[in-house]
């Protein structure tokens, strides 16, 4: 297959053009707009900005970067809040460091998301605005479950949440264009399964629910739907398009330009098992009106609409005619078949070895004091780009040195780019986008000698590693449940960290996928299943000083147990990741006896994996350094 890889690895910091040209003059013109809103008779008091677009991307295309255009906090997560007094942004820990750096103080307020004494964003404005307020935002930003917590939160004490028109886009005088790369086929020695196997399952699913249409929003499930994959979102290889599945139509609505002629071809191929006219094709602006239209014509049939889809589909079918639910597609995704876990496990010991060659020249360089944060990212990308089937990163890649580190999505810029050092601990967080797979991998190294305090840490994060890795548990168990393990041997000091442990990874699709994880936070998904996957990534940051992080991505398969209560399958994980953990950093003296052997059983897999295809290479430098770092410990 041919992919023109230029299109989707796009690697440079986002333009300044992104950001406000002057953070009051901005807040001024939209305030203004505020006030003459129609939405009302004394205008809006407030305006939501999300972190959003019409398919709820969690990474965005320039031309949809209406909260980072607004506040100036580049962060993948966080929503902004404009009241004709206050400007306000909402954000987890992840980015609570980095948004104190980016945000301009004088005209901003970061809110920390996810602290007791932090409030909701509605319990903010049911307080602080009058009871008769009205509150503005864009249907097309915010999710269907968003849009109606928040009505209901403003509701109890008078106020109101209208959808207007987005005014950001009104005051962002150079916002950038929708892009419109094309559409490029994935064969089915990647996908495992064609089209018209895909829709049959879902075709089943709708008649269990009793709906009688799908409409697909989410961009990566239309992508695995029809076997396209596309560069429109920088990092997720996705183009923009929706569809629609009933029991007698599948209809694509993409602009033709997306679709050159091996992409059609590919499609007909595809497809061809369900006869004649099975896939149709429309315009991309007309899926609204489309699904509007179907509803008026089906009045006792109800469209399934992802409850993660943007509240202006659901604006588009009245309420009698759709059930708001999870997408099915999620679930089927998620369960990677025999092809795709094939692909995966070849993808992920590829990259591991790009991997090795990079922290083997790092070893090396580092002492010289000339390699920076950004001089090694761009290392590791040149690397990648000599692996077998690499199309681009997963995500940006984060290399961050000592205090660096300690900033959970670090970003290197060129003002930020410190040297490293053998006197500080490095975190690289990276993945990479294959034809056959996405990987994502974070280790954390130290290149002199680290601390005793340094080393304990690094050692009950990868405890709490080792520990979610082995843990044998029910079938379906939720990730919450798993969450814990991951916490433990810090808690017994006094520490934790401010993220979820893991996420599902796609199939050469978003690094982030759904509907599994492992986080402190209900989930209201199925639980595990096998076939899944699943990244397995706690850490400890001490802000100022360093951050840890180990992760790898397994896939979870069952389990040979003794027993079968209630005659239930149990399962457990399996580490696709082949890159060796840092056993400079390890304080022996903390692990126990399963816990060591864990870890040179690890090893040996990264060796026996790994060398031979050094040794194709003929890179004896890189397996000189593979057999020092996974010598047998205890």
């Not at 910091?13 to 707009?33: D, F, Q, T, Y």
Request: aromatic share 8%.
């Amino acid at each position: 297959i041919k992919f023109c890889s230029f299109l989707f690895e796009r690697v440079a910091p986002r333009p300044l053009a992104i950001m406000a040209r002057n953070s009051l003059s901005v807040l001024k013109e939209l305030r203004e707009l505020m006030r003459k809103s129609p939405a009302s008779s004394t205008g809006l008091q407030a305006f939501i900005v999300p972190t959003g677009d019409r398919h709820q991307n969690e990474y965005l295309a320039d031309c949809d970067q209406y909260r980072q255009f607004i506040s100036g906090f580049t962060g993948s997560a966080g929503t902004a809040v404009v009241t004709l007094k206050k400007a306000l942004l909402w954000t987890d820990g992840r980015y609570h460091s980095q948004a104190l750096q980016e945000l301009d103080s004088e005209h901003w307020q970061l809110m920390k998301a996810g602290l007791h004494d932090t409030p909701e964003i509605h319990a903010y404005l049911a307080k602080e605005l009058p009871a008769d307020s009205t509150i503005g935002l864009d249907a097309s930003t915010v999710t269907i479950n968003r849009y109606h917590e928040l009505r209901k939160g403003v509701k109890e004490v008078g106020q109101k949440v209208v959808c207007v028109e987005n005014l950001v886009s009104q005051v962002w005088t150079n916002r950038p264009p929708l892009p419109s790369q094309p559409a490029v086929a994935l064969p089915k020695q990647y996908t495992g399964k064609d089209v018209h196997e895909k829709v049959c399952a879902i075709r089943k699913k709708l008649t269990e629910c009793q709906c009688s249409g799908l409409a697909v929003t989410a961009l990566d499930e239309v992508a695995w739907l029809f076997n396209l994959r596309g560069s429109d979102i920088q990092y997720n290889p996705v183009f923009f398009a929706y569809a629609f599945i009933s029991q007698q139509d599948v209809v694509l609505f993409i602009d033709s330009c997306k679709l050159t002629a091996e992409a059609r071809r590919h499609l007909e191929v595809e497809t061809e098992a369900g006869g004649e006219g099975f896939l149709s094709l429309e315009d991309y602006n007309q899926f609204h009106a489309y699904l509007s239209k179907f509803a008026s014509s089906n009045t006792d049939d109800r469209i399934l609409i992802s409850n993660q889809s943007s509240q202006d589909v659901a604006n588009a079918v009245p309420k009698k005619n759709r059930k708001v639910d999870k997408s099915p597609i999620a679930q089927m995704k998620s369960m990677k078949n025999s092809v795709e876990l094939a692909g995966i496990r070849d993808a992920s010991i590829r990259d591991a070895v790009a991997l090795c060659q990079y922290f083997s020249w790092l070893e090396k360089e580092v002492p010289s004091g000339k390699v920076t944060e950004m001089s090694a990212a761009t290392e590791l990308l040149q690397l990648r780009r000599r692996v077998t089937k690499f199309v681009g990163p997963s995500f940006e890649t984060i290399s961050g040195s000592g205090p660096n580190g300690a900033v959970i999505h670090y970003r290197v810029l060129p003002e930020t780019s410190r040297s490293l050092s053998v006197n500080e601990m490095y975190l690289c967080d990276s993945g990479g986008q294959y034809l056959d797979g996405t990987t994502d991998v974070t280790r954390t190294m130290h290149f002199g000698q680290a601390t005793a305090h340094e080393k304990e840490c690094y050692t009950r994060v990868l405890k709490g590693h080792i520990n979610v890795t082995t843990v044998v548990f029910p079938n379906k168990c939720k990730g919450t449940l798993l969450d814990t393990l991951a916490r433990t041997a810090l808690w017994e000091v006094g520490l934790n960290f401010n993220h979820g442990t893991g996420h599902g990874v796609g199939a050469y699709l978003n690094v982030h996928e759904g509907p599994q994880g492992i986080s402190p936070l209900g989930t209201k998904d199925e639980g595990f299943q096998a076939g899944m996957l699943i990244t397995v990534e706690p850490g400890y940051y001490e802000d100022g000083a360093f951050g840890i992080r180990i992760e790898n991505v397994c896939v979870v398969k069952k389990a040979e147990t003794k027993h079968r209560f209630n005659d239930s399958d149990y399962l457990t994980l399996e580490p696709l990741t082949l890159v060796p953990y840092e056993t400079s950093l390890m304080a022996l003296e903390l692990l126990t006896p399963a816990e060591i052997a864990y870890i040179n059983k690890y090893h040996s897999d990264c060796r026996d994996k790994l060398i031979p295809l050094l040794e194709a290479q003929g890179d004896g430098e890189t397996i000189r350094w593979l057999n020092r770092k996974t010598q047998v410990i205890g």
